[in-house]
């Protein structure tokens, strides 16, 4: 039997989660707003996926395996953080050498799609506290009773849930206003999304070695 009450709590405790400012939807809106929507979309399914990859871990139970394992979560975690660290270069850098301004920032070779849908799926794969977010948004509505099948729609439904919160950032910061304000203040706003990663990355390291300690 559905249980159509704990469905709901599960899908707003995970919208609320998902939605909130980090690192993957600061970046799917850089994204957007410097290339259009649809290069802020393909990334945003890249997103969606390595979301949804966490959403199956912590599903079948490995979640818990994971946050057991005080070695794989913190390798996992001194990764995620390198890689984090590594985008906040690629931002900085961009800041301090902006692209020419005449350069249409919608047009893409047949390959970039193919490189923001890996970043994009590498960003939350590298994110090991996307197990934690679903584990908690998954208990919020599952009870013991439950079965498979509530357990199979909670998460098909949250990685849904996922996919429509990375596009509606996609869509609202592709839109033309927005996309000439990042472009007049490109400058400042790639500096900032480089020091927010760094310290996301930053952090997510120490938390690995403060877990082991």
């Not at 977010?133 to 013991?144: D, E």
């Not at 592709?174 to 480089?194: C, K, N, P």
Request: overall charge positive.
């Amino acid at each position: 039997m559905i249980d159509w009450a704990g469905l709901v709590s599960i899908f707003t405790a995970f919208f609320v989660v998902a939605a909130s400012p980090g690192p993957a939807t600061l970046a799917v809106s850089t994204v957007s707003a410097g290339s259009g929507p649809r290069c802020g979309m393909t990334f945003g399914v890249g997103l969606a996926l390595g979301l949804a990859f966490w959403g199956l871990v912590a599903a079948t139970g490995l979640g818990a395996v994971l946050q057991a394992s005080t070695h794989l979560l913190m390798a996992l975690k001194i990764a995620g953080g390198l890689y984090l660290i590594w985008l906040a270069y690629g931002s900085a850098r961009s800041a301090i050498h902006p692209p020419v301004a005449s350069r249409d920032l919608g047009h893409q070779d047949k390959g970039s799609g193919q490189r923001l849908f890996a970043k994009g799926l590498m960003l939350n794969l590298s994110n090991p506290k996307a197990v934690v977010a679903w584990m908690a948004a998954l208990s919020v509505g599952l009870g013991p009773g439950d079965g498979l099948l509530n357990l199979f729609l909670a998460t098909f439904g949250c990685a849904v849930i996922g996919l429509v919160i990375y596009f509606a950032y996609a869509a609202a910061f592709s839109m033309s206003t927005v996309r000439q304000g990042y472009a007049q203040f490109r400058r400042w706003i790639d500096g900032l999304v480089s020091t927010l990663l760094a310290i996301a990355g930053v952090s997510l390291i120490r938390s690995a070695f403060e877990r082991a300690s």
